[in-house]
């Protein structure tokens, strides 16, 4: 008899706890989902949406820059000097989002939720093996977030306003 309660008290449990997923909006639990579950799901928007111009492995195409080995030239400073829509320089994650927003991917750009572009970079983060922590990625945390340059390494936690190492 003791089982059945039990058994009634988690059932009802799981029942409140779903009316309260059901009630929070979508923009809501977007807001809420870790760097690592964003990450997750980057990977198969990457995939999808990506890989055919960036590289499966984000190693760069005849199409497209690689995306993945910051020490063989992604996420450069600079734009390449092929290239046709970057103008501007990447120094922090924020820079890249907006262009990533703005032009990507190259034949539909703009195409995916600005959720879904932060997944997408989320997983390109941990590619290129930076360690920011868990906390959500949006455009507020990635303008405090400076891509290293010349040898610093992608370790360590993010510190507001410097480098991700």
């Not at 995939?47 to 020490?71: F, Q, S, W, Y």
């Not at 501007?88 to 890249?96: E, G, H, P, Y």
């Not at 989002?97 to 959720?115: I, R, T």
């Not at 930076?130 to 977030?145: F, P």
Request: glycine residues 8%; charged residues 30%.
């Amino acid at each position: 008899m003791r089982h059945l309660r039990w058994l009634a008290v988690v059932v009802f449990a799981g029942c409140m706890q779903r009316e309260t997923r059901d009630d929070e909006t979508k923009a809501e639990r977007d807001q809420h989902e870790s760097f690592n579950d964003q990450a997750l799901k980057g990977a198969g928007l990457y995939t999808a949406n990506c890989a055919k111009c960036h590289g499966v492995l984000g190693e760069g195409t005849k199409k497209a820059p690689r995306v993945v080995d910051m020490d063989k030239g992604a996420l450069s400073l600079n734009p390449p000097a092929e290239a046709k829509k970057r103008t501007m320089q990447f120094v922090t994650v924020a820079d890249v989002a907006k262009f990533v927003v703005a032009n990507m991917p190259a034949d539909d750009a703009g195409k995916l939720s600005e959720d879904d572009y932060f997944r997408i970079l989320a997983f390109d983060l941990k590619a290129n093996g930076a360690k920011v922590g868990n906390e959500h990625l949006d455009m507020a945390r990635a303008a405090n977030l400076v891509i290293p340059r010349e040898g610093d390494q992608l370790k360590g936690e993010e510190r507001p306003s410097t480098s991700m190492r």
